[in-house]
């Protein structure tokens, strides 16, 4: 060590306590200096604690900026009450929850205010505004200060707080907190609150109801009873907000262990959402989730923000119309009672189109639910089988590459003449309940044959599939393990947004640009907030990939045997398009493209009940078809790029499957092919592969049937029931 060093330790254990005196002299000293600063700043008059601001809430607008989406002023709603009409069952939520120690303190409480600075300290962030504000200080920034976070504005927050606890008694600085809280959207206070969630004034309210009205205080976006989680009538988030409320009731002697107990299974029913002049209700909640996430619920309701979002007004009500009307009449035809649709700009991730139900106010389905962006999804059935061809077609198959559509067992565990379905045999069949014998990979894609897309998938790679999917903006499809060969048929859950703008990244010739909402936000003053208008794409899919699959989707002739061409058919423009049914019949696709526009679609039902047994082109088809005609003749009629590329040496990998093997006889594709590297040279021994006597058991039996002499006139078969 260093003698300085070693000179300097010794006198700090030496004279540490005189050290530790000055040290704590001096932080009194600066910490009185910076509070008489702070206490000698401009603080705006008391007075206008009894104004709300919300001349400057958050105003949405279209990809125009003309076009008003939503106005958290307008329809302003709020009923103040005196304290005394209020619910004490809300009182003791409301303080429970928010501020135990509400009348002990002076104001701020010191300790929360250290250990918020400590959280956020180590967080690398001084004024995240983590934790430390008492019910005074939320009143002051509610009703007095603006929202920038400066620790200016920190310090007149805790000084203004101090001086309003002298001017006004407790009850009565509870009483504005309670009259002017955001509550959700254009609503502020309990009263109001109250009679849009029960239908009853605040002085009625139970303490189960007030439960719920204390939940939603952080955060009344996202935890709004008129948000559902999947596959629940509920909102999941809110139903643990709740509970919490709940124990901490408990926590602070307001109830017995009984009560908590009870109250946290009780049974609350909300009112139906009311109607409002909000236009693109799922868009705008999405955004303002968005925004409350990012920079907190403050700025939405005080903010005076301008947001520019990516949103194509014109064409968001026209997919609303077609929904609408779709949907309800799916319901008779169908049992499909809801639908869902995005569309987005492949050329730059814009969202143009987000309509999340046939009805945001509906409440039978519910409406408010939004399917388009909700996780963990739904399961997309066969549009999820482009990303394994897209794998397979990187990994150097083509489209003209043959394998044989022939009842197959998959699974190593059963014989492979067996074709039981039960676990853990896997033998799947195909929607026409057809085999088709040999069938190139255009054809495969394009009619959507199951046997075909699974052996695909294998060839591929199960893991490069999701790697890949994960590139092109797939997010829900995490782990690896949790798939098998069913993935392909959509054995996974996906979000129609991250589907939608997957599809986008063929459209551009493999260039994927996340999908995004907002263009641009603006304050007040109109300094830049956020600027997404220049964005910039990646290169996660090779372009001739990407050109192979957007031929094969948009060739009318390969896909002819599924009769939806005259239903899907836009002469004179160059539209891919991909179809997907579940096999439980509970989720209907169709996702389509052109180069400047991707439209998705979904159709079912939100408590995941099965429709009747149709194929996606019957019940989603026309919608969607409807919808893309709307969007091509408003916007330039472009043509997809289609390069010539090289023909494989291999046979196989070319279309010619009749070449003899050694036995003189031919055989499956992974006779010929080492399904990673399937250029390259043939494997010498094609049953190491566990698959390879699996898939080639059937293709001998089918040889047999029509004798060693293959014509030409075989393939003129395929369509026959095998």
Known sequence: MHPVLRRSKRYVRKHWRLIFTWGLTLSFFLGGVTFLWAASLHIPDLASLESRRIEQSVKIYDRTGEVLLSDLNQDFARTIVSLEEISPHIKNTVLAIEDPEFYEHAGVQPKAIARAIYTNLTQGDLLSGQGGSTITQQVVKLSVLTTDKSITRKLKEWVLALKIERVLNKDQILGLYLNQVPMGGNMYGIEEASQTFFNKSASDITLPEAAYLAAVLPAPTRLSPYRYTEGSDKNEALEIRKNLVWDKLFEHNYITAKER?????????????????????????????????????DVIEEGGWKVVST????????????????????????????????????????????????????????????????KPGRQPGSAFKPFAYAEAFNKGYTPDTVVFDLQTQFSTACPPTSFESEYPCYSPGNYDNQFRGPIDLRHALAESINIPAVKVLYLAGLRDTLSLARQMGI???????????????????????????????FATDGVHYDPISILKIEDSSGEVIEDNTERHGTQVLPRETAQKINDVLSDIAARASLGVNSTLSFPGHDVAFKTGTTNNYRDAWTIGYTPNIVIGMWAGNNDNSAMEKRVSGLIVGPMWA?????????????????????????????????????????????????????????????????????????????????????????????????
Do not use: C
């Open 311 to 374: 949103l194509d007004a014109e064409l968001q009500t026209e997919t609303e119309r077609i929904l609408a009307q779709g949907a309800l009449q799916n319901t008779e035809r169908f049992n499909a009672s809801n639908a869902a649709l995005v569309a987005v700009d492949p050329k730059n991730g814009d969202i143009l189109a987000m309509v999340g139900s046939r009805n945001y106010f509906d409440t039978e389905i519910p409406g408010a639910y939004n399917v388009a962006v909700m």
């Open 475 to 505: 997010t829900t499809l995490e782990d690896p393990n949790r798939y098998g060969l069913t993935l392909v048929l959509g054995g996974g859950e996906v979000t129609l947004l991250d589907m939608t703008s997957a599809y986008g990244t």
């Open 626 to 722: 409807e919808a893309m005609r709307y969007a091509i003749t408003n916007r330039p009629n472009e043509s997809f790029s289609r390069s010539e590329y090289s023909q494989p040496e291999k046979p196989v990998l070319a279309g010619n499957w009749q070449v003899p093997g050694d036995d003189n006889r031919p055989h499956e594709i992974l006779y010929w092919v080492d399904r990673g590297n399937p250029t390259g040279p043939s494997p010498s021994n094609p049953a190491m592969d566990p698959q390879y006597i699996y898939w080639d058991t059937p293709v001998q039996a089918w040889l047999s049937q029509y004798g060693f002499t293959l014509s030409e006139t075989l393939n003129d078969e395929e369509g026959e029931d095998n």
């Open 261 to 297: 107990d009870e109250g946290k299974a009780a049974v609350v029913e909300f009112e139906p959402q009311r109607a409002n002049s909000i236009q693109a209700p799922h868009f705008v909640f999405y955004i303002e989730q968005y925004l409350e996430e990012k920079y907190g619920i």
